[in-house]
């Protein structure tokens, strides 16, 4: 979880709006996890979602103005370690005039070949950093970041509503069956 992007999201709805998140098993519990325990009717079903890293959002706000909020809240990132690479980001051989001559160590532990020459760090030999579609090692998520590249998004998705009178699932290829029999 980004927690600045998402305190930023908070801060937006703060007036209309309450999130929850915390322990998944707590708030099941507090929602009830059967028809038999439930709070107010068909609430239970909500349970059977929160599950990772999910949370409850409760507001006074018409469903389409949340949906709409929550398509546009958007923020792009630096990808951490582990992240799947969504470009290839190559360093040609050459100077590196964006690093002053103390971050040459550094960025040699990262594993880029590089030699100081003149106080002006250069590379010897063309550097993969990392490859699109594999995952991140903890090398390559920190030279992204000095290079200031960000491959991230966070976002927050909307997985499914309640309301006295209804109980909506919008998330698509979710898991209804468990929902369906209680």
């Not at 992007?5 to 507090?30: A, I, Y």
């Not at 964006?98 to 070949?113: A, I, V």
């Not at 250069?122 to 390559?140: H, I, W, Y």
Request: aromatic share 8%; hydrophobic share 35%.
């Amino acid at each position: 979880m980004r927690n600045l992007k998402f305190k930023e999201l908070r801060e937006q709805l703060k007036s209309s709006s309450r999130f929850f998140l915390g322990s998944n098993k707590v708030m099941q519990v507090s929602l009830g996890r059967s028809v038999a325990d439930e709070n107010k009717p068909g609430i239970h079903k909500l349970s059977k979602f929160l599950r990772g890293g999910t949370g409850l959002l409760f507001t006074n706000l018409e469903k389409e103005e949340v949906q709409r909020l929550f398509e546009e809240f958007e923020e792009h990132d630096f990808a951490r370690t582990g992240s799947i690479a969504t470009e290839k980001v190559e360093l040609k051989e050459g100077t590196l005039e964006q690093f002053s001559h103390e971050m040459e160590p550094f960025l040699r532990k990262q594993g880029l070949p590089v030699r100081l020459n003149k106080g002006i760090i250069e590379l010897v030999s063309d550097f993969v950093v990392c490859e699109e579609g594999q995952a991140l090692s903890p090398e390559s998520a920190r030279t992204l970041r000095l290079l200031g590249i960000k491959m991230a998004t966070f976002r927050v998705h909307l997985v499914c509503g309640w309301s006295p009178d209804n109980f909506e699932v919008y998330g698509e290829g979710l898991d209804l069956s468990d929902v369906e029999s209680s």
